[in-house]
């Protein structure tokens, strides 16, 4: 399958600033054609490591928002019948928000979440986003990517 095939079945993928839902990715990948949309929501939880989290800062590169498509255009060379919408939160957030929102539909529901898992994971591990948690002790660390 060519980038550009691929491409075509990236509907959305982007950083943004400002609230992100599953919702929204999933209704960008809906269509009469897929009998499966697996969705997944990264969601700010109210503790890591042991400490408690208070808030926390999503900062990206100037690249994230490329990197974040090519990684999505990975997933859709790789998986040939899906259809894919990512987005990815940066600025403050507080436990609770979603700082990852992601769907992929298929015809079928195995291709559907072998693709989401996919995703997820290069997007952890490729995407140029750092994490800043604030903890209730008044420590911070910060996190590269998710």
Request: aromatic fraction near 4%; charged fraction near 25%; glycine fraction near 8%.
């Amino acid at each position: 399958m060519t980038g550009t095939q691929a491409s075509g079945r990236v509907l959305l993928a982007d950083v943004v600033d400002r609230d992100v839902t599953v919702e929204e990715t999933s209704t960008a990948v809906a269509s009469d054609r897929d009998g499966a949309v697996v969705t997944f929501a990264g969601v700010v939880r109210d503790h890591d490591g042991g400490k408690g989290v208070t808030a926390l800062d999503y900062e990206g590169h100037p690249t994230a928002a490329a990197v974040l498509r090519e990684v999505a255009e990975t997933i859709a060379a790789e998986h040939p019948e899906v259809r894919i919408a990512v987005l990815h939160r940066v600025g403050a957030l507080v436990v609770g928000d979603v700082a990852l929102a992601a769907a992929v539909a298929s015809p079928h529901r195995a291709q559907a979440f072998a693709a989401c898992a996919a995703l997820i994971d290069l997007v952890k591990e490729r995407t140029p986003i750092w994490k800043h948690q604030r903890f209730l002790d008044g420590s911070d660390e910060w996190v590269a990517a998710l």
